[in-house]
């Protein structure tokens, strides 16, 4: 799984957009897991800020990182969460001359 998550931090996804998406209010709340509709609902919002295709919500909920229980989606291990939320801080606070 961190294979997985490093190909897909390489460069900026919808993907990896989801899924942020989805770790930013898990660490804000301390929460393990979002309601699904919730998860769902975020998910639609970023792929239409970036004009991303609809199976990436699909593709976000089959990701093996995380787990789909009923009307709840959690990463598999918090750790994930907290590297997407730390991941997108450092490149945030990055100077773009630097990128």
């Not at 979002?34 to 295709?53: D, F, I, M, N, Y």
């Amino acid at each position: 799984m961190d294979a997985y998550l490093g190909e897909h931090l390489q460069q900026p996804t919808a993907l990896q957009q989801v899924l942020h998406r989805w770790a930013m209010p898990m660490d804000e709340w301390l929460a393990g897991w979002l309601p699904l509709a919730e998860a769902q609902r975020s998910a639609a919002q970023v792929l239409v800020a970036l004009r991303g295709a609809v199976g990436v919500v699909d593709e976000a909920l089959r990701s093996p990182v995380v787990q789909v229980r009923p009307r709840r989606v959690e990463f598999r291990h918090e750790l994930y969460a907290q590297m997407l939320v730390a991941f997108r801080a450092a490149t945030s606070s990055r100077p773009k001359w630097s990128r």
